[in-house]
């Protein structure tokens, strides 16, 4: 037993090695002006980290990993960063889900509070119940990261469609996958996001439904893992709570 107990120890530490955790754009191009004005971007002293989204007049979503850069602020209400058109707002709380340790165990979803609205930014909405997404079904992710392996962070928002891959398949491919996730992106393809912006949407038919969490490490051309999302639906309870009651936890 105790045999089996350390084969299975490195079997899980050798498959959370295979993880970096990032949503950068890669083969997407620039979003138009004016669209997906819910994006934002989560930032520390030293500038961007992760990326998020409004769902609320004070909540952005984005990923519980992102805590550990340490973010300050949000920037809201443009898609060029170093455009001094937006909103810089201090962050108030964050509320990291209470089971969340790392990516590759799930629970990979942070609130973040308090972001006043003005016309150039809106939210955008979450599913309103529990939702299954079709094998193929095509949807979008953004973000302000790289756009290869090997490179930097861009200014402009990035945007580029991916296609959801069947759970099944994503489980084989991913061993030990959590459950409460969305795989789109990456597999097959080489479109989807890399290292540098986790917390951005997945977006399907208008409504935010996952939220990115991992990838292969440190590899962006995708030769065959798929992109891993928290599943958004599976967190309404958590979030509507946090949301309605204005109660936080440090």
Not at 159 to 182: A, F, H, M, T, Y
Request: glycine share 10%; charged share 20%.
């Amino acid at each position: 037993m105790l045999g089996l107990q350390k084969f299975l120890l490195l079997h899980v530490l050798a498959w959370l090695g295979q993880i970096a955790h990032g949503s950068d754009i890669i083969h997407g191009e620039k979003a138009p002006e004016n669209s997906m004005q819910y994006m934002a971007s989560v930032q520390n002293n030293r500038g961007h980290v992760c990326g998020g989204f409004l769902i609320t007049e004070d909540f952005v979503v984005s990923a519980a990993h992102c805590d550990k850069d340490n973010p300050t602020h949000v920037v809201l209400g443009n898609h060029n960063l170093k455009n001094g058109n937006h909103q810089k707002i201090k962050i108030e709380k964050k509320n990291i889900h209470k089971n969340y340790k790392i990516p590759g165990l799930g629970d990979d979803i942070m609130l973040i509070k308090k972001v006043p609205l003005n016309d150039r930014v809106q939210t955008i909405q979450l599913p309103p119940a529990e939702i299954h997404l079709k094998e193929n079904q095509v949807c979008q992710v953004a973000g302000w990261g790289k756009t290869k392996t090997v490179g930097k962070l861009v200014d402009e928002l990035m945007v580029v469609d991916v296609s959801v891959i069947d759970k099944q398949v994503c489980k084989e491919l991913w061993r030990g996958l959590p459950d409460n996730v969305i795989c789109a992106g990456g597999y097959k393809t080489t479109k989807g996001f890399c290292q540098g912006d986790s917390g951005g949407p997945l977006v399907c038919d208008g409504l935010a439904v996952g939220v990115v969490s991992f990838n292969y490490y440190n590899n962006c051309s995708y030769p065959d893992k798929p992109n891993v999302y928290t599943d958004i639906s599976k967190y309404l309870q958590w979030i509507n709570g946090i949301v309605k009651s204005r109660k936080y936890e440090e």
